[in-house]
């Protein structure tokens, strides 16, 4: 602030007077424009501070049914405490709880052991293994955090004949979580060795000060490891089987099983900044989007969208050219083509209440999605907030009900309606009804699961308050003020009398024509569901095999292994030869085509553990050796 005197303001010109108002709103703009996004600041660690590892949930691309963590006998702490979640989260089905797992800054340990008592291994029923088995079969993936990251799985691509320097040149990617298990020739194997590897970031501090560090990345190695394969002691402390003599730990799910739970810590300090320690989550390639899928459903509606757009022009400039050439008044009094029914296109329509609500629920919607994009694209929900997303769209919604209530409402009066109060009540209630009524009767489907993913009762009555309490009254504000304002102007004028359609033939009957459309859907999702359970082991071997951290050489032909790329098995070519074309057409784009094409082997770095895969791929993914 800028203190001067009377006296020397009289000295001071015009031009000078703006000047000390220009540095406060630059000060002000500068002060603004450095913003964090709230409940997202760093967390600064030192030497051995723990470091909280928690378990999210479990997930399928399967059965899109998620699971608590704890729905399965994994090893429990003494004391189970659940994070408070918001309304996203819930939403999102995420469980957030406190794991057994003891993890120290910077402090490393080679294999520890969990809930072993006096080196007992844990021992699972008949029940709990048929439940673990079950939900290994469905490739259910673990999710756990730390500070706030999420835990993936780091997966390597390149061809075992690359050199050591092409190797390092070669792009990683990473999946979310770690693969619960895996399959191989109708035996089921548990990942029950997880080898954490976290990354630090040292911060510069002053020479008198303490070090501090922050947690940047969260990788996991899943192992399985037989339980006579472990040595425990009675510190909780164990050894793990040297070179890769060791074999898988199986579960039979028609017996009791024992094993161990295991873990080892590893960090490594890196370069990475905290405030760029997402970037690595956000460039995932999740190799369950359906490109092929996409772009083919994005150029059918383009060539449609074109087919007909020139189908339109061409009868339109056909139409106005033969008008203008009519000369005499009686044959253009006449009319033909389109102009047969521009009287009654602005006729109201026999439902205007319900078209009008349709409208209003439209505009709702949009304006709530697009805000959410803008907030979104200006980096305030960040991914780091959980939850946050769903949850400002859920209350963006309920807000935006004013506008959709004003759009309702005015062309509710457009159309002639009088019962405004009965339209802003249908407006209000109409969608939102149909979807919380769909939503209700699947719910109920999901809690009979016992499924994370079920909207619990306080929660859905939470949302029944929304919708009443804030969604309601603004539909009726907006619907009342657009009820007053004056209707749309009709460009054209509405005949008084309708136009008597006559009689259509067979084949022009509505139900004629759904019918199409009804068998071209039908058609194109049984072609993908073909394609997809076809390729599927191709695409999904980067993140169903490769995390089992076992490696095993694949060489050409012999046993089961085909030398083709895809390398399926004899019983596999009963498939049509259109959906081996369209599925190619999808191979062939893909970035592992490529390096298959060279039939890659696999390699087994030391200090790797081999275990069976379930349907062996010749794949050029390779995991991370296990640390020390």
Not at 240 to 250: F, R, Y
Request: proline residues 6%.
């Amino acid at each position: 602030m800028f203190f001067t005197s009377p006296q020397s303001n009289r000295g001071l010109s015009s031009e000078q007077d703006w000047l000390p108002w220009s540095l406060l709103l630059l000060s002000l703009m500068c002060e603004t424009s450095a913003f964090y996004v709230p409940g997202v600041a760093p967390i600064n660690f030192h030497q051995n501070d723990p470091v909280e590892i928690k378990a999210v949930k479990l997930t399928s691309s399967r059965t899109q049914l998620p699971y608590e963590y704890y729905s399965l006998p994994f090893c429990q702490p003494r004391k189970i405490t659940y994070k408070a979640e918001n309304l996203g989260e819930v939403l999102r089905g995420d469980r957030i709880v406190n794991t057994p797992f003891q993890v120290l800054m910077n402090s490393e340990k080679k294999c520890e052991v969990l809930c072993s008592q006096s080196n007992k291994p844990v021992t699972l029923t008949v029940e709990q293994s048929r439940l673990v088995a079950e939900r290994i079969t469905e490739d259910y993936y673990v999710h756990l955090i730390a500070d706030n990251l999420p835990v993936a799985t780091r997966l390597e691509l390149y061809s075992n004949r690359d050199s050591d320097d092409k190797r390092k040149e070669k792009d990683v990617q990473f999946e979310h979580g770690y693969r619960l298990g895996f399959t191989d020739v109708n035996k089921i194997y548990l990942h029950n060795h997880l080898s954490f590897i976290l990354y630090y970031h040292r911060e510069d501090m002053e020479e008198d000060q303490e070090h501090t560090y922050r947690v940047v990345r969260f990788e996991v190695i899943p192992q399985s490891i037989r339980l006579e394969d472990l040595k425990a002691d009675e510190k909780s402390s164990c050894t793990l089987p040297e070179g890769t003599n060791s074999s898988p730990q199986e579960i039979d799910p028609t017996k009791e099983n024992q094993l161990y739970f295991t873990y080892s810590v590893h960090w490594e300090e890196s370069d990475i900044k905290w405030a760029s320690r997402w970037d690595t989550y956000l460039t995932m390639s999740d190799v369950q989007i359906h490109w092929f899928s996409i772009i083919n459903s994005v150029v059918v509606v383009f060539f449609l969208s074109g087919i007909l757009s020139m189908i339109i022009i061409r009868t339109l400039r056909k139409d106005i050219a033969n008008y203008n050439k009519e000369d005499d008044i009686e044959d253009t009094m006449e009319e033909s083509g389109w102009k047969l029914v521009h009287g009654d296109v602005f006729r109201p329509p026999q439902y205007p209440m319900i078209l009008s609500s349709l409208l209003g629920s439209g505009i709702q919607l949009f304006c709530m999605i697009l805000i959410v994009i803008f907030v979104a694209m200006l980096g305030m929900l960040s991914p780091s907030s959980r939850g946050a997303l769903m949850t400002t769209a859920c209350f963006l919604f309920m807000f935006m009900g004013v506008f959709g209530g004003f759009s309702a409402g005015r062309l509710y009066r457009t159309l002639k309606g009088h019962r405004w109060k009965k339209g802003a009540f249908c407006t209000a209630t109409l969608y939102p009804g149909v979807v919380f009524g769909i939503c209700f009767v699947l719910n109920c489907f999901i809690w009979g699961k016992h499924s994370s993913g079920a909207v619990p009762f306080p929660t859905m009555v939470a949302l029944l308050c929304m919708w009443f309490g804030i969604s309601l009254p603004l539909v009726y504000l907006g619907y009342y003020f657009g009820f007053r304002k004056q209707p749309y102007d009709n460009p054209v004028r509405t005949n008084q009398i309708p136009r008597q359609i006559p009689e259509q033939r067979w084949y022009m009957n509505r139900f004629v024509g759904q019918s199409g459309r009804i068998s071209s859907i039908t058609s194109l999702a049984s072609c993908s569901l073909f394609s997809s359970s076809w390729w599927c082991p191709v695409h999904k071997s980067a993140s169903s095999w490769c995390t089992s951290s076992c490696v095993q050489r694949i060489t050409a032909g012999g046993g089961e292994i085909s030398s083709f790329p895809g390398a399926l098995h004899s019983t596999s070519w009963f498939m049509p030869c259109f959906i081996s074309l369209t599925s190619w057409t999808s191979w062939s784009s893909s970035p592992l085509s490529s390096t298959l094409a060279t039939r890659p082997s696999w390699s087994c770095p030391s200090g790797c553990s081999r275990a069976p895969l379930a349907s062996m791929q010749p794949t050029c993914l390779s995991v991370r050796s296990m640390l020390p």
